[in-house]
């Protein structure tokens, strides 16, 4: 009896993220997962899909992004505004706390086509508005609540998130990263930890996190940034990232600044990860629009495409632990798989620091696959 394939991709510029290397080939997916494929054997194919002219890689990771719709302002309908952008798995960057897990997990983690994980605010209440900042008074810690529910959805939750902006910890003092940290080793988890205006020195910020944690708006030009008065990236940077510190640029509207951005890159001080902090506010607007339109901003910004792709989809994948063999191409791993063009189209952005940015090169998403499933075909993509 002929095996069955139930997508048969051919004729695709493979982008393998984690050899960084491009290769001619074929992807095979059965059940909601990678197959090998051989050329020999014959099979029952179900539905077949000519790449022939488009790049194929692992499905695309947004690694921050704020969807708990209806729920919160910023939030918005993740399968709605993603899977068309070519994205597979998102990640909310802290939207829920302890107070409203119950909903997010019921309505937005298992309720979408998409790949839902997230951190959880150290906040009891999340991230509800753009108005005002959470609440993060360390006082307010629930650890007992935080480990209940690292125990209940251990698959989908990973670590805690603190935004470390001066707006956001006055009330409270600096004391509030020391506190954040011990929850999160009393916990043994990690943390995403947001860094536009710092409260104090980027260094001394930096000095203190953990192997494992992520550092999110990296780039960011408000306040206290990872570029000297010599235009130099600061030394505990580098040495944070040699001991196992991560960062994600999570560029958003107002998070990233090419005056950061331009002299990091020339000193080969460029992200782990690539994500959007995508909100309801920010998507398809013209100072961030959406994932793709983020990493053709980096492409055009000298990283090369398949770097580009690694830092939406193995490392990420990598750095969060992500389950399934999501990031990759792997015999076995779900199929998630995001089919692209690289086009000649000239760009222009404007963030909300009043910084312009042309780029001349797009991403363009053309087909989505979730989990084996097509979710999503550019009308122009050959049927």
Same mark, same amino acid.
């Given at each position: 009896?002929?095996?069955?394939?139930?997508?048969?991709?051919?004729?695709?510029?493979?982008?393998?993220?984690?050899?960084?290397?491009?290769?001619?080939?074929?992807?095979?997916?059965?059940?909601?997962?990678?197959?090998?494929?051989?050329?020999?054997?014959?099979?029952?194919?179900?539905?077949?899909?000519?790449?022939?002219?488009?790049?194929?890689?692992?499905?695309?990771?947004d690694s921050h992004t704020h969807i708990f719709k209806d729920?919160?302002?910023?939030?918005?309908?993740?399968?709605?505004?993603?899977?068309?952008?070519?994205?597979?798995?998102?990640?909310?960057?802290?939207?829920?706390?302890?107070?409203?897990?119950?909903?997010?997990?019921?309505?937005?983690?298992?309720?979408?086509?998409?790949?839902?994980?997230?951190?959880?605010?150290?906040?009891?209440?999340?991230?509800?508005?753009?108005?005002?900042?959470?609440?993060?008074?360390?006082?307010?810690?629930?650890?007992?609540?935080?480990?209940?529910?690292?125990?209940?959805?251990?698959?989908?939750?990973?670590?805690?998130?603190?935004?470390?902006?001066?707006?956001?910890?006055?009330?409270?003092?600096?004391?509030?990263?020391?506190?954040?940290?011990?929850?999160?080793?009393?916990?043994?988890?990690?943390?995403?930890?947001?860094?536009?205006?710092?409260?104090?020195?980027?260094?001394?910020?930096?000095?203190?996190?953990? /192997?494992?944690?992520?550092?999110?708006?990296?780039?960011?030009?408000?306040?206290?940034?990872?570029?000297?008065?010599?235009?130099?990236?600061?030394?505990a940077i580098f040495k944070a990232r040699k001991r196992g510190?991560?960062?994600?640029?999570?560029?958003?509207?107002?998070?990233?600044?090419?005056?950061?951005?331009? /002299?990091?890159?020339?000193?080969?001080?460029?992200?782990?990860?690539?994500?959007?902090?995508?909100?309801?506010?920010?998507?398809?607007?013209?100072?961030?629009?959406?994932?793709?339109?983020?990493?053709?901003?980096?492409?055009?910004?000298?990283?090369?495409?398949?770097?580009?792709?690694?830092?939406?989809?193995?490392?990420?994948?990598?750095?969060?632990?992500?389950?399934?063999?999501?990031?990759?191409?792997?015999?076995?791993?779900?199929?998630?798989?995001?089919?692209?063009?690289?086009?000649?189209?000239?760009?222009?952005?404007?963030?909300?620091?009043?910084?312009?940015?042309?780029?001349?090169?797009?991403?363009?998403?053309?087909?989505?696959?979730?989990?084996?499933?097509?979710?999503?075909?550019?009308?122009?993509?050959?049927?």
């Amino acid at each position: 009896m002929n095996k069955i394939i139930d997508i048969l991709i051919k004729n695709a510029n493979i982008i393998y993220p984690d050899k960084g290397t491009v290769e001619r080939g074929t992807i095979a997916i059965y059940n909601g997962k990678f197959i090998k494929y051989d050329h020999k054997e014959s099979y029952v194919i179900r539905d077949e899909i000519n790449a022939d002219g488009y790049y194929v890689s692992p499905g695309w990771i947004d690694s921050h992004t704020h969807i708990f719709k209806d729920v919160t302002e910023p939030g918005f309908a993740a399968d709605l505004g993603l899977i068309p952008m070519g994205i597979t798995s998102t990640i909310d960057g802290g939207s829920a706390g302890i107070g409203t897990w119950p909903i997010f997990k019921h309505h937005i983690v298992d309720d979408n086509y998409l790949n839902v994980f997230y951190s959880i605010n150290v906040s009891p209440s999340g991230q509800i508005t753009e108005r005002y900042p959470e609440n993060v008074d360390p006082q307010h810690y629930d650890t007992d609540k935080l480990k209940t529910i690292m125990e209940k959805d251990p698959e989908h939750i990973r670590g805690l998130k603190l935004r470390y902006g001066a707006e956001v910890v006055e009330p409270f003092g600096n004391s509030v990263l020391d506190k954040t940290l011990e929850l999160a080793d009393s916990l043994h988890c990690q943390i995403t930890l947001h860094v536009t205006n710092p409260p104090c020195d980027m260094e001394e910020i930096i000095s203190k996190m953990r /192997p494992g944690d992520i550092v999110c708006h990296i780039y960011q030009g408000k306040g206290s940034t990872i570029i000297d008065e010599n235009g130099k990236v600061k030394e505990a940077i580098f040495k944070a990232r040699k001991r196992g510190v991560y960062f994600d640029s999570a560029d958003a509207r107002i998070n990233h600044c090419y005056k950061v951005i331009e /002299p990091a890159i020339a000193q080969n001080f460029k992200p782990d990860i690539i994500s959007t902090d995508l909100t309801q506010n920010g998507i398809f607007s013209n100072m961030s629009w959406g994932l793709p339109v983020v990493l053709s901003k980096w492409l055009n910004l000298g990283l090369t495409l398949e770097e580009v792709i690694a830092d939406c989809t193995c490392h990420p994948a990598e750095i969060y632990c992500l389950p399934n063999g999501i990031g990759t191409l792997a015999n076995n791993a779900a199929a998630n798989v995001t089919i692209f063009s690289v086009e000649n189209r000239h760009f222009h952005l404007k963030n909300r620091m009043g910084e312009e940015f042309d780029g001349e090169k797009m991403i363009i998403p053309q087909v989505t696959i979730i989990n084996g499933k097509v979710r999503y075909k550019n009308l122009y993509f050959p049927f």
